[in-house]
């Protein structure tokens, strides 16, 4: 290895550690979000089930105007609402329903039972309990840790120089389109680990152990567990939604099944962005070190996430991601509790000189595509 490349790798680890902040402001820190925390949990009861209960109603609603739309159309601009009402329900069912059930941002809410992590179902082809693990367990727990956080490469991406450069990188930024064209097939997979057993079976120079991995091991064994998880979940999804659909249909299927698609697809491309801009923008750190406590934990979440401003419709559709950050400090907060929130986070940041990284969507989106170009090379 070169002199260079060693100084490269030097000055990234280095200025992965570095902080701001002493020992004793650190801690002050940590205090002042706790302290918000527990301010806003106390809030949390009555209000919070007629939101989502609202959510959700609107979101049966969408779903059945859609179906209904794309079963009767006779013309291109009823069919269009037909998608468009389905995308809405898709992408509310995704992020705004499913992301936060499954974080049990309701499960100590006994009015919100249907929205409790172990009975929410959603309309994707990827499996609860295996999301649950990968995202909850090991992506919220240690976000940011190349040797833990299964987020940092996504199975697919070289992001820092604490990513060992393969072959496939090179294209990485095609990589990244196609897989936004199809983050709910993507995500099912990375999710059950099925993926790791594909790219290692199929990409000249893959290494799974340079990625941290859903499973514990990679034998045969652990292929047909991932295998039954996504196909319990996958079979049933694509069933009910290109089969059952079509059926019913009859000889209109063709544009039942084209809308039933284009609203999945719509669905695809605006979650990825929105997760890739929550984790893979310029200024998102990613680091080699674990955190010894608890503010040092909060400091990690805060640096290896982003935020993307937008308005109160663009942050419903972005199930509130778009407020990555608190949604990490805090993942257990339901979603339009995080809103609520942001502009003390911002406050606090600031006042220790933390970066809080928020820009404009388009701002962020092209953050993203400068990064995954840049380590592409």
Same mark, same amino acid.
């Given at each position: 290895m ?6 490269t790798l030097r000055s990234q ?6 902080t701001?902040l ?7 820190f940590?205090q ?5 925390k ?11 089930v007629?939101y ?5 109603? =609107?979101c049966?609603?969408c779903? !059945?105007t859609?179906?209904?739309?794309l079963?009767? @159309?006779?013309?291109p *601009?009823?069919w /269009? %609402?037909?998608?468009?009402f389905?995308y809405?329900?898709?992408q509310?069912?995704n992020?705004?329903?499913?992301h936060?059930?499954q ?11 249907r929205?409790?992590?172990?009975v929410?179902?959603?309309?994707s082809?990827?499996?609860e309990e ?14 940011g ?5 299964p ?7 070289r992001?820092?120089?604490?990513i060992?450069?393969q072959?496939?990188?090179? =294209?990485?930024?095609?990589?990244? !389109?196609?897989?936004t064209l199809g983050?709910e097939g @993507?995500?099912?997979? *990375?999710s059950? /680990? %099925?993926l790791?057993f594909?790219?290692h ?8 152990l340079?990625?941290?991995s859903?499973n514990k091991s ?19 999804h694509y069933a009910?939604?290109y ?15 084209l809308?039933?698609?284009t ?8 979650t990825?962005?929105i997760?890739?801009?929550?984790h893979?923008?310029e200024q998102v750190?990613?680091y080699d070190?674990?955190?010894?406590n ?10 290896g996430t ?10 419903l559709l972005a ?5 990555q ?13 995080l809103?609520e929130?942001a502009p003390?986070?911002?406050a ?7 970066n809080?990284?928020?820009g404009s ?9 400068r ?7």
């Amino acid at each position: 290895m070169s002199q260079v490349t060693l100084d490269t790798l030097r000055s990234q680890v280095n200025e992965a550690r570095e902080t701001p902040l002493t020992e004793t402001q650190l801690q002050a820190f940590a205090q002042e979000l706790d302290a918000l925390k527990k301010e806003v949990q106390a809030k949390i009861g009555p209000d919070d089930v007629v939101y989502i209960e609202t959510v959700y109603q =609107i979101c049966r609603l969408c779903e !059945v105007t859609g179906r209904l739309l794309l079963h009767t @159309s006779r013309d291109p *601009v009823s069919w /269009g %609402l037909g998608v468009l009402f389905l995308y809405v329900y898709l992408q509310l069912d995704n992020l705004e329903l499913h992301h936060h059930a499954q974080h049990g941002a309701y499960d100590k809410l006994p009015e919100a039972r249907r929205f409790h992590s172990d009975v929410y179902w959603h309309n994707s082809s990827v499996d609860e309990e295996s999301w649950r693990y990968r995202h909850n367990v090991l992506h919220h727990s240690y976000t940011g840790q190349v040797d833990r956080d299964p987020d940092v490469t996504y199975g697919y991406y070289r992001l820092s120089e604490l990513i060992d450069k393969q072959v496939f990188h090179t =294209i990485q930024p095609a990589v990244l !389109v196609l897989n936004t064209l199809g983050a709910e097939g @993507s995500l099912g997979l *990375v999710s059950s /680990g %099925l993926l790791d057993f594909m790219m290692h079976a199929t990409i000249p120079g893959y290494e799974k152990l340079n990625y941290p991995s859903v499973n514990k091991s990679h034998d045969l064994q652990a292929l047909a567990d991932s295998l039954r998880r996504h196909l319990r979940k996958a079979v049933p999804h694509y069933a009910y939604n290109y089969g059952l659909f079509a059926l019913l249909a009859g000889h209109r299927w063709p544009q039942v099944t084209l809308g039933n698609l284009t609203a999945a697809l719509l669905r695809n491309v605006f979650t990825g962005l929105i997760f890739y801009t929550g984790h893979m923008t310029e200024q998102v750190k990613h680091y080699d070190w674990h955190p010894s406590n608890r503010a040092e934990w909060y400091l990690q979440q805060i640096e290896g996430t982003a935020n993307v401003a937008g308005s109160r419709l663009f942050s419903l559709l972005a199930g509130h991601l778009n407020y990555q950050i608190e949604h990490h400090l805090f993942p257990k907060l339901p979603p339009n509790r995080l809103e609520e929130i942001a502009p003390k986070v911002q406050a606090i940041c600031e006042r220790y000189g933390v970066n809080y990284n928020t820009g404009s969507f388009v701002d962020q989106v092209a953050s993203v595509f400068r990064r995954i170009t840049r380590y592409s090379r």
